[in-house]
């Protein structure tokens, strides 16, 4: 291994996938994996397959389907978490187990409600298991920069000991400041002489808004990988930003000798993805993939890049793949084979009935508007991605709008059972008529505690791209939905959301059954 090699690993599908109101389809997942594998990084953490049988479910079809990067499947300390992850990321080329445990006395004392010497031993244990199953194992001492550098130094030499290729350091809770995390690591590098032989790894979270700092201090400290999501979702703040990570690496790499494996034109692409299937948007000036990133507002800065684009920019947005889109437009008098060579440039391999049915929406929207663009492809391909067999679907509504008198919707809705049922409503709105209508129909009651609409290009035929929270029995989950008409993404995503919040409300009611399985 090259030693000014950095190893991406991504964790947008385990720890982004944490983030309240996230819940993803295993073909959802499955999609984001193939394009992380189209973006170049060298390990997917695909999940926490003990979780439940839906996570085993998209870590498995992940490690089948996806070729190219690591799949990793994360487990606690605990043997069934290692048998399980054993077996879901077993038919991948390369599989890897992510184990880890508590070392700071906070963790041990409050949560594990256990002692030092017996994390010591789980983790000897779990790695010793963890490598029976596989060859590459990874182990992680969670919230290791709140715990004592000593014991955690000691739990290391024992994972390496039993076998552990990687050593990542994580900091859980995104309290440790830049130099503070690089001491903690050159002192376990003065404490653990095998530490040297196996790869170090960087796990930072962004409480403090830190995580990219962090990350990019424990590189220089000597770690060779970093954990990372895109667009730097993950469990509360989030985990450190990869297409920062990345670009930082890329656009300082005369400065740090420093390189990793990232097709950097596949990083927009990869954001626009999975904001849409996660629902979660991404800041206007969020850095690399922010709509604002490379926009310049002020008369000087736009004079000056017109003159020199480097006066005001230290990269180029192609390099990021900004507008490699731009050049697919397709109109209503477009084919089938127009449609597949213009999802195949962008990435999506759509064939047989899957073709048919995009088909099918990419007329009934080209109708309607002059263009479809590939920004308007890869909203309506992702939004059939979300249609699960089990669900509630909207088979048609109607609303009556008006300023003299109340809205009013009636809806159609077919439950996950097959039976058609029929509810109506006098809202506050034609929003609100709608999503009541869907209560009534369907006898949920379902607070709503999000919502919003996205257009998604410019002009007044844009396509209208809704995102809805709701909870259900003290579950919350998101839903979105895209057509030409805002009313309808609307309820399209309200009733994906429905779906997601019973899917939640009956995996709670199970893991409240024998054994409690909490998220790390
Ligand atoms: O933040 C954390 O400590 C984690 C571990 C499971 C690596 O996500
Ligand atoms: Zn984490």
Redo the contacts with the bound molecule.
């Keep these: 291994m090259d030693d000014n090699r950095v190893i991406i690993f991504d964790?947008t599908l385990r720890?982004g996938e944490q983030s309240p109101g996230i819940s993803l389809n295993t073909a959802e997942k499955l999609e984001i994996a193939q394009q992380l594998a189209r973006l170049g990084v060298d390990v997917i953490e695909a999940g926490f397959p003990i979780a439940s049988p839906g996570d085993f479910e998209a870590v498995r079809a992940i490690a089948r389907e996806v070729d190219g990067p690591v799949i990793a499947g994360?487990a606690r300390a605990q043997s069934a978490d290692i048998e399980r992850a054993g077996d879901a990321v077993r038919d991948a080329a390369r599989p890897r187990i992510?184990t880890?445990i508590s070392t700071s006395d906070i963790h041990i004392e409050h949560q594990l409600q256990s002692t030092r010497a017996d994390v010591l031993g789980q983790a000897r244990a779990a790695v010793a298991h963890a490598r029976s199953l596989v060859e590459d194992v990874e182990f992680?001492p969670?919230?290791a920069t709140r715990a004592d550098v000593e014991f955690t130094a000691e739990v290391l030499v024992a994972a390496i000991e039993e076998g552990a290729t990687t050593i990542?350091i994580?900091?859980?809770v995104g309290y440790a400041m830049p130099h503070e995390y690089a001491a903690f690591l050159e002192r376990l590098y003065a404490l653990v002489p095998g530490l040297r032989d196996v790869v170090l790894s960087v796990?930072c979270?962004d409480d403090l808004g830190l995580a990219v700092a962090n990350s990019f201090s424990g590189v220089l400290a000597g770690a060779r990988q970093v954990?990372c999501a895109i667009n730097g979702i993950g469990?509360r703040a989030g985990n450190a930003s990869l297409e920062e990570i990345v670009m930082l690496l890329r656009t300082r790499e005369a400065a740090l000798g420093l390189t990793c494996g990232v097709q950097t034109r596949e990083i927009a692409r990869t954001s626009r993805l999975v904001s849409r299937l996660t629902g979660y948007p991404v800041q206007p000036n969020k850095a690399i993939v922010g709509r604002n990133a490379f926009a310049h507002e002020s008369g000087i800065h736009q004079d000056g890049v017109l003159k020199e684009r480097s006066t005001y920019e230290i990269m180029d947005a192609a390099t990021v793949g900004v507008d490699d889109a731009s050049s697919i437009v397709l109109g209503k008098h477009s084919g089938r084979h127009a449609l597949r060579a213009a999802l195949e440039e962008l990435g999506f391999t759509v064939d047989g009935q899957a073709l048919n049915t995009a088909f099918k929406r990419f007329k009934e929207i080209a109708d309607k508007k002059k263009q479809v663009s590939a920004m308007d492809l890869e909203a309506l391909v992702t939004d059939e991605l979300r249609t699960e067999m089990a669900s509630y679907t909207l088979e048609w509504f109607d609303v009556e709008a008006s300023s003299r008198r109340p809205p009013h919707a009636t809806v159609e809705i077919r439950t996950p059972d097959g039976d058609l049922v029929r509810g109506d409503f006098t809202g506050d709105g034609p929003v609100d008529a709608i999503f009541r209508a869907i209560n009534a129909a369907t006898r949920r009651e379902a607070r709503l505690r999000e919502f919003r609409i996205d257009s998604v290009t410019g002009g007044q035929d844009a396509l209208g791209e809704a995102s809805v929270v709701l909870e259900v029995a003290g579950q919350s989950a998101a839903g979105q939905g895209v057509s030409t008409d805002i009313i309808e993404s609307a309820a399209l995503a309200y009733v994906r959301a429905l779906t997601n919040c019973e899917r939640k409300v009956a995996l709670a009611a199970e893991a409240a059954q024998p054994e409690l399985t909490p998220t790390?």
């Design positions: 964790t720890d994360l992510h880890f992680s969670m919230d990542n994580p900091d859980t796990h979270h954990e469990e790390p």
